[in-house]
């Protein structure tokens, strides 16, 4: 249905982040990287030279938008990718759940529409539901996301008060969005006065390198620009940063009533890590690590899943999201593959009314290699027994 309505979230983010360290677990539901995956090694002396660096002030307050050099940094990688800002225009945020939450806060009462893809990551859901908005749903299209044919008249019609969407490697969908449809969606958005709110997340995991960013046809009157190193380099680091564009004075002084500023050793390291140069050897080793553990679970899905499984290969990144070719029971499924010790996110929790498949996502980096191919073969015997 593609008229706004209210909702109440179907899953809640503290129970998938409570289940992602519990041990024991072959953990398919949670979107996180697997500790093997993080650069520790780089990152500790990243610490170092930051703490050699900055001594005390490692520390003490500093300023509210984050620190200067990190920031100039990011906004010259930002700027590789088509986008044409300074680092003034940056703000640096604990995780992108952070910097969606100020960006909400700033632009949307009680009542208003709000934009988001179908599928939507449940804890983008959360928010937009604790903030009793009616949420628009735009359809993903196989691996190229909303299709702004489609969205075009909707916008048009309901004139959103923002438009949100994951650009590349959605989480769930695997979509990554074209770089035509980027540009004709920010002009829809702009002709239609919706803020374009872009989560790029995953952006650096696409495999052929991050695509250009929809800061690149925009002026910062229409893209707000969000994201974070949860995914790439560590999310126990918590650093992430906005370009809230038009809007970054409310946002500024929103953040720093929230928490003043982000902490400020993981931002000093972080500023070592990018400086040394080892963030994009990491991100190749992890493109590569990302692409080899989806073709084993691929492989995996194939044969044990029921007959007729869709699932669309992503351009990167290391989740799936399948598509099963008759309904259901997921929740008789989940409580079966939980005795197995075995967990994954039902499809439900990504859509404010319920889906019209049977769907679930898959983590593929969590769980080490044995884990992923016993506890795929594990739930999809499940899966197979309830079809």
Not at 78 to 100: H, W
Not at 167 to 182: C, F, K, Q, V, W
Not at 203 to 223: F, H, I, Q, R, Y
Request: glycine content about 8%; charged content about 20%; proline content about 7%.
């Amino acid at each position: 249905m593609n008229e706004p309505q209210t909702f109440r979230a179907a899953g809640r983010l503290v129970d998938f982040m409570r289940q992602a360290d519990e041990p024991g677990l072959i953990n398919l539901a949670a979107g996180v990287p697997s500790p093997e995956a993080l650069p520790v090694e780089e990152l500790r002396a990243a610490f170092a030279r930051g703490f050699a660096k900055e001594g005390a002030g490692m520390f003490a307050y500093h300023h509210p938008e984050g620190d200067r050099s990190l920031r100039a940094l990011l906004a010259a990688r930002l700027s590789a990718r088509g986008a044409n800002l300074s680092s003034e225009q940056l703000v640096t945020v604990t995780g992108c759940t952070q910097g969606l939450q100020l960006l909400l806060s700033v632009l949307v009462q009680p009542g208003d529409i709000v934009a988001v893809e179908a599928p939507a990551y449940y804890g983008l859901l959360e928010l937009l539901s604790v903030a009793g908005v009616r949420v628009l749903p735009l359809p993903v299209a196989n691996g190229d996301g909303i299709d702004p044919a489609q969205a075009g008249p909707l916008l048009a019609r309901w004139k959103p008060r923002c438009l949100i969407v994951c650009t590349a490697l959605s989480n769930p969908s695997g979509a990554t969005i074209p770089e035509a449809n980027r540009e004709r969606l920010v002009e829809l958005c702009r002709a239609h006065g919706v803020r374009l709110i872009e989560d790029d997340i995953y952006g650096e995991l696409v495999d052929s390198g991050a695509p250009k960013t929809m800061l690149a046809w925009d002026d910062g009157s229409t893209v707000s620009y969000v994201t974070s190193f949860s995914k790439t380099v560590s999310p126990g680091l918590r650093v992430g940063f906005c370009v809230p564009g038009s809007l970054h004075e409310e946002y500024a002084a929103r953040k720093c009533q929230q928490d003043l500023h982000s902490a400020v050793p993981t931002e000093v390291a972080l500023r070592e890590f990018l400086e040394s140069g080892a963030f994009d050897p990491h991100l190749g080793r992890l493109r590569e690590r990302n692409q080899h553990r989806r073709t084993l679970a691929l492989d995996a899905i194939a044969r044990a899943f029921p007959a007729g499984t869709r699932v669309t290969p992503p351009r990167g990144g290391y989740m799936l999201w399948a598509e099963l070719p008759r309904a259901i029971d997921l929740a008789a499924v989940r409580d079966a593959a939980r005795r197995e010790r075995v967990v994954f996110a039902s499809g439900a929790v990504f859509f404010t009314q319920p889906p019209e498949r049977t769907c679930l996502r898959l983590n593929c980096a969590k769980a080490t290699e044995p884990e992923l191919k016993h506890g795929l073969a594990t739930l999809g015997a499940i899966l197979s027994a309830a079809a």
